[in-house]
Nanobody
Framework: VQLVESGGGLVQPGGSLRLSCAAS????????MSWYRQAPGKERELVAG????????NYADSVKGRFTISRDNAKNTVYLQMNSLKTEDTAVYYC??????WGQGTQVTVSS
């Protein structure tokens, strides 16, 4: 099983980024997928989740209306579109498969 995140970087407040998580080694289309983040000195927190078919999604209150989770089961990839980014969104972002596997994370820094 492998989960590889990409798309992080440095962006100014109000900007956008799109994270990707490429999955392999399991039947991606069968599993709920989620994005978490961990800021320095803080616990890892759930950002968003999406069901195996993509029909149902959930979000942390702090990102509702700004972030969108989606998936492409043909490409074994889950995405996180992040708009209107704030400095408090700065964190390492991880994707997670429902059975517990994590990616290595991608750094997102929001700063002017």
């Amino acid at each position: 099983v492998q989960l590889v995140e990409s798309g992080g970087g440095l962006v100014q407040p109000g900007g956008s980024l799109r994270l990707s998580c490429a999955a392999s080694g399991f039947t991606f289309s069968s599993y709920y997928m989620s994005w978490y983040r961990q800021a320095p000195g803080k616990e890892r927190e759930l950002v968003a989740g999406i069901t195996s078919t993509g029909i149902s999604r959930n979000y942390a209150d702090s990102v509702k209306g700004r972030f969108t989770i989606s998936r492409d089961n043909a490409k074994n990839t889950v995405y996180l579109q992040m708009n209107s980014l704030k400095t408090e969104d700065t964190a390492v972002y991880y994707c997670k498969a429902a059975f517990g596997s994590w990616g290595q994370g991608t750094q997102v820094t929001v700063s002017s």
